[in-house]
């Protein structure tokens, strides 16, 4: 295994991608992780952005139901062409069923334009990675959850981490790329990595409770650098079975974007 898909075929208008054991998530050996379709949906309609310069500025995915572990054929097409920015868009279909939708805001960008307004929170930046060892999976939970998706990651934890419910400061990196034989962008990999914020931050085990984000939403200030993404994430439950996760994103350089996800949350087994 060295990459999370390899190409099956491709032509002008699609192209289908056969999913590795990599892209497993943690509620079933059937169902993929959702960021791993997420980025792949992103590398495809980055095959799509202009190439005179800019970058993403918006991606909102739905998830419209389990994302089997199966072929994968990914759609793309322009909604809104434009010279500052074009809204792109892809289907996502397994089993002949569409299973996610992404779009994507793709923005110029000019050098210089408008003054530096960095968030707030780049002033306080997470220690270096280097300084912090690999997790290791040395605990129940941690290694329940050790297969897939999650093995496929390196994870530096701040504070927070699989034993200790609640907000989470990480540092994350994919040990291989999203798809064989090729270089993933830095913003396929914040991506890649997004998604899995609400289970970082998770309030509850996910022995006895699913919390399954419906949707990814991330706003991007500008293009991720190389190397490790930091993610800031914190969750939030209603009693009722809702449940929201807002993540901070950076780099070394600092915040470069944010992510929102909404959940659903109930005990494993619940009825309704």
Known sequence: MSAFYEVIDRTAQEATFDPTTATQGPWSPDMQHGGAPSALALHELERLAPEDGGHLARLSVDFLGPVPMAPLTVRTRIVKPGKRAQLLAAEVVADGRPVLTARAWWRRQIPHLVPYVPDPASA????????????????????????????????????????????????????????????????????????????????????THLFSNLDLNLGFLRTPGDGWISVDANTSLDPAGGGTTMTRLGDRDGVFGYCMQALYVEPHGARG
Not at 137 to 159: C, K, P, Q, T
């Open 124 to 207: 306080h930046p997470f220690p270096d990675p280097d300084s912090i060892k690999t997790h290791e999976a040395d605990d129940d939970l941690s290694r329940h959850l050790n297969h897939g998706w999650i093995a496929s990651m390196d994870f530096r934890y701040v504070s927070g981490g699989p034993a200790t419910p609640g907000p989470c400061q990480v540092w994350v990196r994919p040990r291989m790329p999203l798809v064989a034989d090729e270089s993933s962008s830095t913003t396929q990999t914040a991506v890649l990595i997004a998604d899995g914020a609400s289970g970082f931050s998770s309030a509850l085990d996910f022995r």
